[in-house]
T-cell receptor, first 110, second 119 residues
Framework: GEDVEQSLFLSVREGDSSVINCTYT??????LYWYKQEPGAGLQLLTY?????DMKQDQRLTVLLNKKDKHLSLRIADTQTGDSAIYFC??????????FGTGTRLKVLA | GAVVSQHPSRVICKSGTSVKIECRSL??????MFWYRQFPKQSLMLMAT?????????EQGVEKDKFLINHASLTLSTLTVTSAHPEDSSFYIC???????????????FGPGTRLLVL
């Protein structure tokens, strides 16, 4: 089947904004999620958006959803070195099943 | 709230032995837990869905006799890798589904993962 696609790498300077993109596959997904994974650790829920929303803001995080194009993005304002990690988007094609994206490795340069 | 633990965090075993990994929801009850496998620099692949009091549901291509799942209580699911081989070496992550902390929206909360190395 099709993969949930993300760009593999993103490098930004500390203090700049980061934008991580995700193209998902299932238009019936009710919720779409963003998770953060630090080296050797599990996944930390960052935020999620309901499918009838276009945008959700949560402190430094802004999620944009374009259902027509099945495109999801995560913007991190004022990116810090502690934001360096792998970011996964996830769609929910079933009642509870998550399909994760390929992951974007964010590197923040001091 | 919504903390999930895994034990052990790291295990090294000899080929042919069995390894049990525990996943616990510490401050909530979870009728459904999930087991994922993650290879280096890759995404998470769902292996199976663990339902309390019933048989696990395995994803296509996952051998149920190889990866035994038991969900004996509302706070504990175990994954046993039977007769482990080097190709089973991987990062195994569990998650538990709950609406705690998210209003009515059920969300998956993940454990810290278990790194398995089979020699």
């Amino acid at each position: 089947g099709e993969d949930v696609e993300q760009s593999l790498f993103l490098s930004v300077r500390e203090g700049d904004s980061s934008v991580i993109n995700c193209t998902y596959t299932d238009s019936s997904s009710t919720y779409l999620y963003w998770y953060k994974q630090e080296p050797g650790a599990g996944l930390q829920l960052l935020t999620y958006i309901f499918s009838n929303m276009d945008m959700k803001q949560d402190q430094r995080l802004t999620v944009l959803l374009n259902k027509k194009d099945k495109h999801l993005s995560l913007r991190i304002a004022d990116t810090q070195t502690g934001d360096s990690a792998i970011y996964f988007c996830a769609e929910t094609p079933g009642t509870y099943k998550y399909i994760f994206g390929t992951g974007t490795r964010l590197k923040v340069l001091a | 709230g919504a903390v999930v633990s895994q034990h052990p965090s790291r295990v090294i075993c000899k080929s042919g032995t069995s390894v049990k990994i525990e996943c616990r929801s510490l401050d909530f009850q979870a009728t459904t837990m999930f087991w994922y496998r993650q290879f280096p620099k890759q995404s998470l692949m769902l292996m199976a869905t663990s339902n309390e009091g019933s048989k696990a549901t395995y994803e296509q291509g996952v051998e149920k006799d190889k990866f035994l799942i038991n969900h004996a209580s509302l706070t504990l699911s175990t994954l046993t890798v039977t007769s482990a081989h080097p190709e089973d070496s991987s990062f195994y992550i569990c998650s538990a589904r709950t609406s705690v902390g998210q209003g009515y929206q059920e969300t998956q909360y993940f454990g810290p993962g278990t790194r398995l190395l089979v020699l």
